[in-house]
C-alpha cells in the first residue's frame, strides 16, 4: 500500500512538471507584432505554420456588440477563419492587462493583411467584473494596442490548469501517506 502511494506521489510530480512546462511556454510565445488599434490595414509577415493569437493589450474586457469586426487575408486574397478564443485569457505585459481575443492558424508562411473595421462599436474596459464595469468609462481604441503573437491551444492550457491542480495534490498526498505509512 505505501509503494502504491509513492507511486502517485511520483506521478505527481511528473505531471506537475508537465503542467509548469506548458505554462512556461505560454508566457513565453514569441510576440510578431504590436501595433495600434486603428482602421488602417496593417501588413503582418508570417513565418511559421502555429497557432496565433491576437490579444487587446490595455483592456480587461472587450466586447464587440456583433459589428466590430477583424479581417485577416493572405496576399492572393484567402480569407482567414479568427476564431475567439473560450475562455478569453488575461494577461499581464509590461504592467498593462491584457486580453487574448482570436486565435487562427495559417497554412502557409508570407505575408498577410489585418484590417479591423467598425472600431466605434468595440466596448473596452478594464474589468471583467460586470459590478465594476457598470461604473468604468469605455477605454478609447486609441489607447489599446493589438498584439500578435504565438499561441497554446485552448486544450493545452486547460490541461496544463488541471494537471497542475491534480499534480500538487498527488504530489503532495502520495508522498505525504506514502512516506509516514498513515495507512499502516
Request: charged fraction near 20%.
Amino acid at each position: 500500500m505505501q509503494l502504491t502511494f509513492i507511486l502517485i506521489g511520483i506521478f505527481g510530480l511528473l505531471l506537475l512538471i508537465y503542467s509548469i512546462q506548458i505554462l512556461i511556454k505560454s508566457s513565453k510565445n514569441k510576440l510578431v507584432a504590436e501595433f495600434t488599434l486603428d482602421s488602417e490595414s496593417k501588413e503582418i509577415q508570417l513565418d511559421s505554420n502555429v497557432l496565433y493569437s491576437l490579444s487587446f493589450l490595455g483592456a480587461g474586457f472587450i466586447d464587440d456588440q456583433g459589428k466590430f469586426r477583424a479581417e485577416l487575408k493572405s496576399e492572393s486574397g484567402n480569407l482567414i477563419k479568427l476564431n475567439k478564443t473560450f475562455p478569453n485569457y488575461r494577461f499581464r505585459k509590461n504592467g498593462k492587462l491584457g486580453l487574448e481575443y482570436w486565435h487562427f492558424s495559417i497554412d502557409n508562411s508570407g505575408k498577410y493583411v489585418l484590417t479591423f473595421e467598425n472600431l466605434n462599436d468595440l466596448i473596452a474596459k478594464h474589468s471583467m467584473l460586470i459590478s465594476k464595469r457598470m461604473f468604468q468609462k469605455e477605454i478609447s481604441p486609441n489607447n489599446i494596442k493589438i498584439l500578435l503573437k504565438e499561441a497554446v491551444s485552448t486544450k493545452n492550457r486547460l490541461f496544463s490548469i488541471v494537471g497542475f491542480v491534480i499534480g500538487v495534490n498527488a504530489l503532495i498526498w502520495g508522498i505525504l501517506i506514502g512516506f509516514t505509512n498513515a495507512f499502516g
